[in-house]
């Protein structure tokens, strides 16, 4: 099968979510290690989703102007911004590792009233990115085995206690939904095994890696004991780097032939 025929072939799978022409160059560059490549390869990958080059150059530049990326002056492009801050957290969720824990836990309080609508979903989404859940309305909690980083979150919108509940494994399960999160966990270390990355399936593996990578960072990353049994945390993460490993090495070659092609 020529190269060609190859890149027609790699349709994203039936159902998948459709990818924009930002979702594409966002998920490639938090992908690459260092997160920084060359416009004509993230134009070429691109178009292995149907987007155009024109497509795709304007959603650089529109990147770029909303400090999402930034230009390294020889036809690079790197991530910035919170976008950067993502790359950041993947690594962390990647990685899947905690500090000790105290049996404490982290309690964090809306104090800020009165807030506009946009500051509060900002507030909300900052707090989440901290791995952090709410217990009702203003009110976080998460176990105290990780760092509290709440840099994104307005000076004073907040008052940062310590609490020890009566039933951590109950408080757990109530934040969270352990038994959903492994259940796709496990369905995606499944579809891994079944999908070994190819050439004439490049799409489709990046449709994969991108639903784990989202699944990793939704993963609360709570300490040992309050964990059911057979959590499939550490399975998925195993399962993945053997197969992002031989995805990445897949689509060097690709970037490789196009380039020698060009």
């Not at 416009?39 to 990958?45: A, I």
Request: hydrophobic share 45%; no cysteine; proline share 8%.
């Amino acid at each position: 099968m020529d190269q060609i025929t190859q890149e027609r072939n790699n349709t994203p799978p039936a159902g998948a979510r459709p990818f924009t022409a930002r979702s594409v160059l966002a998920s490639t560059l938090l992908g690459a290690d260092p997160p920084e490549l060359p416009v004509s390869h993230l134009v070429r990958l691109a178009g292995l989703f149907g987007i155009s080059g024109n497509r795709a150059r304007v959603a650089l530049s529109r990147m770029a102007a909303a400090g999402e990326v930034t230009t390294a002056g020889d036809g690079r492009y790197r991530l910035a911004g919170h976008l950067d801050a993502r790359g950041r957290r993947q690594q962390v969720s990647l990685a899947g590792t905690s500090g000790p824990w105290s049996g404490a836990w982290h309690l964090v309080v809306v104090v800020a009233a009165g807030s506009p609508a946009p500051e509060r979903a900002g507030r909300r989404a900052a707090l989440a990115h901290a791995r952090l859940a709410e217990l009702r309305d203003g009110v976080w909690l998460r176990p105290d085995n990780l760092p509290l980083d709440l840099e994104s979150v307005p000076s004073g919108h907040v008052e940062v206690l310590a609490a020890r509940p009566a039933d951590s494994s109950d408080l757990a399960r109530r934040l969270w939904d352990l038994g959903g999160w492994a259940a796709r966990a496990t369905a995606l270390d499944r579809q891994l095994q079944a999908a070994p990355p190819g050439l004439d399936t490049l799409a489709q593996g990046f449709v994969l890696a991108a639903a784990v990578l989202r699944h990793l960072q939704s993963d609360p990353l709570l300490p040992g004991p309050l964990l059911p049994g057979g959590w499939p945390g550490a399975a998925l993460r195993a399962t993945f780097a053997d197969w992002d490993r031989r995805y990445r090495q897949l689509l060097a070659r690709w970037a490789r032939d196009g380039a020698g092609a060009a």
